[in-house]
């Protein structure tokens, strides 16, 4: 099957800012894809050169076989970018603007899907209000629905939950994952890492225009995985010397101690019952993708010094 998209090799420089230094990447059908990275690494730079919008100074780029320069049509007819920029119309309602859409797409009867994407995202008594009358989340909900108006096989996402309400994401991502489930690609890029680690199952990391992380979810956590750690506030607020050597830390009335497998709680469990000693409170902590994030941009900064 082909990959929903395929970057050969793609280099873009805005004067002397590299923003894209030769970035490869294949990402298949089906996958719901995180495309992550600090302010200014290229993801946007990277997703306007996906949907034909920017020219990359090197390389090629395809959508589901076509590319995207000589092939823009087919490959935009299969594209839908969420923007990370609010670009509306002022005049149009959202039906109306929704109804244009499909024009651009040669789309003539699209009503049924329009009021399916309006109900899905909730903008059901906001279908003819006009788009300047709406607040920023709102607006945020008809570029979503912009993006979907011609059903296309891959969605791009670039940024869609900056600075909206958590019932909006809900809605929203309740939205996609059904699109996922029925088949569509799905490329997300957020600042919100516990969305990502939620939702996505592939994972590629760009810093300063390079590739510096790309593998699954599962690999990516597992490759920083030391062990997990558990906190204990305990009365009487002491340690049993038995477990001296677990302990990593005490901070606030917490024991930290670090475990190498789920296991060892029982019998830390037992040697506290044993001594009399109470479990007030006890945390768990296994690492995550902002830890594996936080790892990978200062290890890649080691290695470029
Ligand atoms: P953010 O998370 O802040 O959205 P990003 O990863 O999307 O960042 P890009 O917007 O792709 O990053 O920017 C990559 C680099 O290219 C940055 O250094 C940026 O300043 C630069 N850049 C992007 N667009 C232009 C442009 N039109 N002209 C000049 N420089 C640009």
New binding site residues.
Partial sequence: MLPAIEVKQVC?H??A?Q??DNVDLEIQVGEFFALL????????????IIAGL?LANSGSVNVLGHNVISQYRQARQNLGVVP?ELVFDPFFTVRESLVIQSGYYGIRKNTHWIDEVIHRLDLTDKADMNMRALSGGMKRRVLVAQALVHKPPVIIL??PTAGVDVELRQTLWDFIKQLNQDGHTIVL?T?YLEEAELLCNRVAM?KA?KIVALDSMENLIRSISTGYSIRLRLLPDTLPAALHTLQTGYHSGFYDLRIKAYAQIESILALLRHEAIQVLEMQLQQPDLEDVFIRTMQNTEHRQI
Avoid: F, M, R
């Fill in positions: 873009k805005y004067g800012v923003a894209l990275g600090p302010n200014g690494a290229g993801k946007t730079t990277l997703i306007s920017s990370q670039d940024e890029t600042h760009l225009g």
